[in-house]
């Protein structure tokens, strides 16, 4: 019994490296330093970078930047552009980067010069400004004030209030508006779990049923496409339970399991995002959990 007691430590133990591991590996994913827009005289972050909409354009800029500005995982290009909408036109303002410099590292931000700046938007020029023709079928979105939902990877975070706006050749052609918040905050969530044993306990599945899984310690459930209503409640998702194999060709899919996995996520309430005219789970309706078997 002792032996066995050690056994399933470590099935435990190993299970859990494996779900460590994998939040380790999308940490490496660093969140993105914002650009910034002006809209209706109020700043804004911009929560994506509108000049790599083209390539060529985004490499005659990083030609030209200076080899010993800063560069971080948060900014690998190492600039930062300002931009403006006037009379639903999308201008690039203007461009710095950072540099260190001293013992100290004081950090001093330099602005691009009006020779550069025309050297690689030349032809978007209309008098002194630029207007950002080159951005099209291209989806802008612009947040300020408190962050509400944050995940360490490009920019996948959102702001209390959000604006979208829909640019055609520079043009803003749609926009919309958002209030976001957070809903049911008592509701479900995995981050109120305690790994790994608190997710089989909030969710006790009939394994016994599947002689198949003699012999098997752990299981993966995969809930993807969560749709979720105004008051916390699942109106569908694709739930998958399968085996803890490599790979999806070595693994195997129980659909029992899966079926009734699906059945109890449905009776539960989640605490849900408002998030730009859509409900969220906290964790943006997927998750990867492990379900270690006793």
């Keep these: ?48 970078k509108p000049i790599k909409a083209d390539s060529v354009l985004r490499a005659n800029l990083l030609a030209i930047l200076p080899k010993e500005r800063s560069i971080s995982t948060a900014n690998w290009d190492g600039y930062k552009a300002y931009w403006s909408v006037k009379s639903d036109r999308l201008y690039l303002d203007s461009i710095t980067v950072t540099f260190f410099i001293g013992r100290n590292d004081v950090e001093v931000e330099k602005r691009l010069s009006d020779e550069d700046m025309h050297h690689v938007f030349g032809k978007y020029y209309e008098g002194d400004v630029i207007i950002a023709r080159w951005v099209t079928d291209y989806i802008i979105r612009a947040g300020i004030g408190k962050l509400l939902f944050y995940v360490h990877g490009g920019f996948s975070r959102f702001h209390k209030n959000e604006q979208t706006l829909k640019i055609e ?29 608190g997710f089989p306990r909030q ?33 569908d998702c694709d739930v998958t339970v399968r085996t803890s194999g490599q790979d999806e060709e070595t693994s195997r899919i129980i659909e029992g399991l899966s079926q009734e996995m699906k059945e109890k996520m449905m009776k539960l309430r989640w605490r849900t995002l408002y998030l730009n005219g859509n409900y969220y789970t906290s964790d943006l309706n997927t998750f990867v959990a492990p379900y270690v078997l006793e």
């Design 1 to 48: 019994m002792k032996a066995m007691s050690i056994y399933k430590g470590m099935t435990r133990r190993f299970v859990m490296c494996i779900y460590v591991l994998g939040i380790a590996m999308s940490a490496l994913a660093t969140g993105q330093e914002s650009d910034v827009i002006v809209i209706n005289g109020k700043r804004w972050e911009l929560l994506g």
């Design 169 to 197: 050749q520079g043009k803003v052609v749609e926009r919309h508006s958002y209030h976001n918040k957070v809903l049911h905050k008592r509701g479900f969530s995995l981050g109120k779990v305690e790994w790994p044993e």
């Design 203 to 235: 969710f006790r599945l009939h394994v016994n049923d599947y002689p198949e899984l003699a012999g098997v310690k752990s299981l993966v459930v995969i809930a993807k496409n969560m749709k979720l209503n105004k008051k916390g409640r699942l109106l």
